[in-house]
């Protein structure tokens, strides 16, 4: 997870839970990721809340190996 923020710029991260699969273990992180900047010539609807705010302030990532990395 120390990877996870380093590389995604996420703070306030914990392990949330891991869910068993019959082919697969998975393991989910939450944590509040730092917004990324708005994309130029895109522009979002006015009734949209923005990345990291609201609804969207909780961020979650998903590995079958927390060793190989996160997605």
Do not use: C, H, R
Not at 9 to 37: C, H, M, Q, R, T
């Amino acid at each position: 997870m120390k990877a996870l923020v380093n590389e995604k710029k996420v703070s306030n991260i914990k392990l949330w839970g891991k869910i068993k699969g019959s082919k697969a273990d998975y393991f989910i992180a939450e944590g509040v990721a730092e917004p990324a900047g708005e994309e130029e010539g895109v522009a979002a609807p006015e009734d949209m809340e923005p990345k990291g705010t609201g609804v969207n302030k909780l961020t979650y990532w998903a590995t079958n190996s927390p060793i190989q990395g996160w997605t």
